[in-house]
């Protein structure tokens, strides 16, 4: 049986062109993406999946805006539009993402008081959301990543997958970013540094 598996991670309508939290060109991965979910025998999906009112959204702290950031309890946390609520066509996967093959999909950021961008831990960095477990008992250790946004679930996820003991290769034509403040930069930078094998 093969170690490797194909996590893709929230190519979602909120964040393909107009969506809520639109990535540029974000459709665009899409049949790169499914290209490689019809090579990989094992895929998981990871799917953002808040409920209304969640604690990071900007509309839930008066006098803030999207994309400023504030300090929760678990630490600073970036503040965006209403996204990804719970049973939206915003939350669900675009319509042309051949998703039907994944043996696993992995919904985060449904807790209300913590965000989550990694695929295995919310924002506190403590909390896991079990995808290592899973991984771990099916013997599945090396990783490819593919998704949205690269320099926020996507990096934050390799990272993590790294730090956790997995092989890691972002196969970055098949991600975008949204690029705040030169944040794409310093997540590919982070990534290399890390071990990310970046493709």
Wanted: charged share 20%; net charge negative.
């Amino acid at each position: 049986m093969t170690q490797e598996a194909l996590i893709v991670i929230d190519v979602q309508n909120d964040f393909c062109p107009g969506g809520a939290l639109a990535v540029a060109d974000g459709d665009a991965i899409v049949p790169l993406i499914n290209d490689l979910i019809s090579r990989f025998e094992h895929v998981v999906l990871t799917q953002d999946w808040h409920p209304e009112r969640h604690s990071s959204f900007a509309s839930v702290h008066p006098g803030k805006a999207a994309f400023e950031t504030k300090t929760l309890h678990y630490g600073e946390q970036t503040l965006w539009p209403d996204h990804c609520v719970q049973g939206t066509g915003g939350a669900a996967f675009h319509p042309a993402l051949k998703w039907s093959k994944a043996e696993l999909i992995l919904r985060k950021g449904f807790r209300a008081s913590v965000d989550s961008y990694s695929a295995f831990f919310e924002n506190d960095r403590t909390t896991p959301t079990g995808l290592a477990g899973y991984l771990r008992e099916r013997g599945l250790t090396s990783l490819t990543l593919a998704g949205l946004a690269t320099d926020f679930c996507v990096a934050f996820s390799a990272l993590d997958g790294i730090r956790l003991g997995f092989d890691v290769k972002v196969q970055l034509e098949a991600c975008r970013a949204i690029d705040i403040g030169g944040s794409l930069d310093a997540m590919i930078a982070k990534m290399r540094d890390a071990g990310v094998a970046l493709a």
